[in-house]
Structures are given as structure tokens and as C-alpha cells.
């Protein structure tokens, strides 16, 4: 069973700290990785993909990606309290599915 | 702006009723995806398809069934709605193409309620 796995926290930091989200994968051969932003009552909301490994930064978002360990992981910088919200890691196997971890809830304290 | 649509944000049928759920994408996208999301369970794959007419069991099919006759139209069937598919439903697509191939862009979801 392939398995993306994320700790559901919540993870609480306060307003201007940067949040630290990770997320371990068990399908070796995973190409693309996603990180969404889901508010409570919303759909996922696509905010970075991934694709090699090393550091892609977007904004107030980096996401990183280490193949080696099946690895990824987001930071956001200054945080705000409207980055509050649970954040869904996925991953891309073999053919056309992508799997998604259970979400890390985000807390930021203003 | 990829936008996937959703025929109902809210729906409540009885128990035995047959549901129609659809979901409209405008990108062109080849790939369309229906999940159920549920407090605990994360996002669960019900059915996905790849091109027109093309569909593929997801991990929890029982129950329902879809239907693609359009590329652009994806729809979701209750066969005979039970309790136990009340949850939240949520309609994605995506392309194959390019870098940006395979990110999954979802519709506002449709929460429905079985009584």
C-alpha cells in the first residue's frame, strides 16, 4: 500500500514565525509533489508542486524535496493568521493517481 | 484560471434514492478524479478517468458508479443512496501535459446528507 504520511498536528505558531509542514512517502518511484491548502468547510486549493529535488520558493512558500529519503516538506515565512488552514501533502505515483496524506492542521496565533 | 464546477454545494436525499452528482471542468483537462472526504479519513479516490468514456475503479468504488461522455463532464452516481455515503464530495481534473501536468485542481465540493 503505497502511503503518504503526515504528523495531523495541530502544529500552532505564532503571527510572523515560520511554519514548518512535513511529509514522508513510501513509493520510491514518485515524481511529482504537491502541497495543498484546505480551509475548513473548502475544497483543496493547489499552492506548490515539485518536481526534483532541492528548494522551490514561491512567495512567503518554499517547498523542499529530498527523493533520497522520500522527503517533502513546506515552509512558510511570516506567518499570517490567515494561513490558518489544514495543509494536504500529495504525492503522484505510477500512472494517473496521487495519493494524499491525511493534512496538517496549521494554527497561527496572531 | 483552471475552474471545475460542481452541481450542488448542498444536497440531501433519502435513503434508496438514486444521486447524480456532476462536475464541469473548462481546461481541457484529459484527467478527472471523484473523492469523498471524510473527518479522520482524509481524501479517499472513488472513481477517476483518463480520456472520454474511460473510467477506473478508485479505492472505494462500491457503491457508486460514473459516467464520461464529454471530456469537459464528469459525473458521480449513488446507485441507491445509504447513510453511510453521506460525506463531502469533491470533483478534480487534471492535464498530462507539461510541467505542470498532473496537478489536481478541485471544484467547491458538495456536501450531501443521506437520511
Known amino acids: ?110 | 484560471d483552471v475552474k471545475v464546477t460542481q452541481s450542488s454545494r448542498y444536497l440531501v436525499k433519502r435513503t434508496g434514492e438514486k444521486v447524480f452528482l456532476e462536475c464541469v471542468q473548462d481546461m481541457d483537462h484529459e484527467n478527472m478524479f471523484w473523492y469523498r472526504q471524510d473527518p479522520g479519513l482524509g481524501l479517499r479516490l472513488i472513481y477517476f478517468s483518463y480520456d472520454v468514456k474511460m473510467k477506473e475503479k478508485g479505492d472505494i468504488p462500491e457503491g457508486y458508479s460514473v459516467s464520461r461522455e464529454k471530456k469537459e463532464r464528469f459525473s458521480l452516481i449513488l446507485e441507491s443512496a445509504s447513510t453511510n455515503q453521506t460525506s463531502m464530495y469533491l470533483c478534480a481534473s487534471s492535464s498530462n501535459l507539461g510541467v505542470q501536468g498532473y496537478e489536481q485542481y478541485f471544484g467547491p465540493g458538495t456536501r450531501l446528507t443521506v437520511t
Not at chain 1, 520510491?28 to 508542486?49: A, D, N, T
Open chain 1, 1 to 110: 500500500q503505497k502511503e503518504v504520511e503526515q504528523n495531523s498536528g495541530p502544529l500552532s505558531v505564532p503571527e510572523g514565525a515560520i511554519a514548518s509542514l512535513n511529509c514522508t512517502y513510501s513509493d520510491r518511484v514518485s515524481q511529482s509533489f504537491f502541497w495543498y491548502r484546505q480551509y475548513s468547510g473548502k475544497s483543496p486549493e493547489l499552492i506548490m508542486s515539485i518536481y526534483s529535488n532541492g528548494d522551490k520558493e514561491d512567495g512567503r512558500f518554499t517547498a523542499q524535496l529530498n527523493k533520497a529519503s522520500q522527503y517533502v516538506s513546506l515552509l512558510i515565512r511570516d506567518s499570517q493568521p490567515s494561513d490558518s488552514a489544514t495543509y494536504l501533502c500529495a504525492v503522484k505515483t505510477g500512472g494517473f493517481k496521487t495519493i494524499f496524506g491525511a493534512g496538517t492542521r496549521l494554527f497561527v496565533k496572531a
